[in-house]
DNA sequence: CAAGGATGCTAAATCGTATTAGCTAGGCTG
DNA sequence: CAGCCTAGCTAATACGATTTAGCATCCTTG
């Protein structure tokens, strides 16, 4: 209707040469003054507070395209990962970066492949055209993944994955070798000897999700604890998937032939099947069994009793991965040397262990 | 070391002026030929084919910030939202947008406030200085907000919320109305009468959790679907938080008094509790008492007996975000005529309640 | 064969900023 | 008073594209 609607629906903004024009300077001194190298510049008092009225009159904002055009540098980071929203609270893992990333003054621009590795490549060169300053690789789950090529050319860094073929590129990741350690720890100094079992994975291939590195390595560190130990599990019982169903009809068929003292879940979703599985036989957790998990889903202090759980610090592997991108400087620094990050997945000591 | 080492990380990439120079023509015959505008600005075939040629061999892509400058458009979206990590599985929000968006070839900038409005300030400023094509708004759970007015002079829209005063800005919700009104209408089909207890909200302003737009709405939905059949509940328990504790401690007073046929719990963790509560009674669901609940979230169906809920759809109202901003163009559009969107709660029928 | 139109290009301006390389006027020195 | 330094600015260029305006040729056509 009205004449001055603008249908592109932005008003024209306010650029440096609007600034310089009413503070009667040029935009080359008002670029000085505001880039605070007006006195090493010579620019005169009384032109500098004429620039930074004018600016402020107009409420002059730079346009960051343009300075990332000039400058090379978008304080942009690309996130690209497999997918955000399967795994219920790992976005814990974006707001860890995010946060981290802010303190930096960088904003996240985030792509999901699903896991097609052809839309992988795609969001990652979007994100080299956009000029991202550097790009974070996440998997939701920690895995082995095959490092795409246009990652070796710019900085990046694997969070909660692993190159599948050594490349040069750093990995962050949790210390599932630690907490599997520190699970069979929990049950070593309650007192458990024997009757401890193992839901959700065992030594075989095929005792465990595929591609699982957190089963491998919480395996391996239980059983090292308990080989030093001089005592072994009564019994391991693997699972292809770690949903609640799995972990019920895991506990089932175990209470079919015995009485367990206590259980080790591979996650608490597994705790959680386990749980009802005890309940259904009337078996009071930690009174008739005790039991320790790993992740710290939110479930886990939903419980009745609360799971005593070792927590994947999804926050904290966020942090890192911008802290290991921007190293010791204030840009991301080129791929050097790769490193891998192991981030301490942290005890959570509740009520599910008798002690 | 060597003298090749690019401290920057990035090798130089190559620009239209370097395939224009490979081709033998004009940067601005490149351009036109790479836009797919050559036949139009009567570029000869074999010019054509030479610029393509170059184009591929020199692995050409075209620099976006540049872009960018130069057309005032950025293919980028601003989401900002209070908190992706707190809320379980709300990250879903984002993934409809993500994948909505990159239909239209657009990439998600994203910010966290954490609730603080001068971060939320800052966040939509700096998504603004980048020339975001829009904004999107958003919070984790449906709730009354003051719109900042930054968002008004550009396309925006409210996600998960409603601005808390009358505002020229579209709103994206789920229909929680209509979400009550199918909770009271599943109990109603399964011949309950009567017992019938509300877990989580009442009539009272200090029945409910503050500022919730669900507890409100759905407690609407359900009231007029009861008196329409000429029923009312047996009894209302109204909790500040939704937490499953809180379920447990209301159904632990209500069994203190009574026998309840059914509840409406107002969300699935109150419904976890509820649960833990009848169980710790013997009671059995659905055969001694129904649930049903609202949000579906992960928790419902790894509850025994599976429940019974209206599902936020998350991923829909993502989706719903950005298909608003499109409007109807290939671009987001101008502040028009904001309109409220209700999009609709599928009802998750699963085992808790009696048939 | 001159006028006019199509053909096949390119030069130059533009987007908004940062930065390098001057340029001018005044003061000081010798 | 010539020469040099300093203070206080600005012109010009670059970043990497898109787009408008225009410039040669060559081919028709009356």
Redesign the pocket.
Known sequence: MSADVNPGGAT?????????RAA?????????V??G?GRQ????????DRVRQAASDLH????????S????ITHTIGFVSDTVATTPHAGTLIKGALEAARERGSLLLIGETEGDPELERRLIQAMHDRRADAVILASMYTRKVSVPKALLGMPAVLLNALPRRQAGISSVIPDELAAGRDAAGVLLRAGFRDGIHLIGAGPGRNQRPPHSVAAVERLAGISEVMTAAGITWAGAYGCLEWEPADGYRAVEALLATGRPKALICFNDRLALGAYQALSHRGLQVPADVSVVSFDDDPIASWLKPQLTTLALPHYELGRRAIDVLFADGDRPRAPGEAALHRVPMPLRQRASVAG
Chains 1, 2 share one sequence.
């Open positions: 024209p903004r306010t650029t440096l040469a609007d600034v310089a009667g300077v040029s935009p080359t001194s008002a670029s000085f505001l880039s190298r510049m010579r620019i005169s008092p009384e032109a500098e002059y904002r730079p346009n960051s395209i343009s300075v055009l000039r400058k090379g």
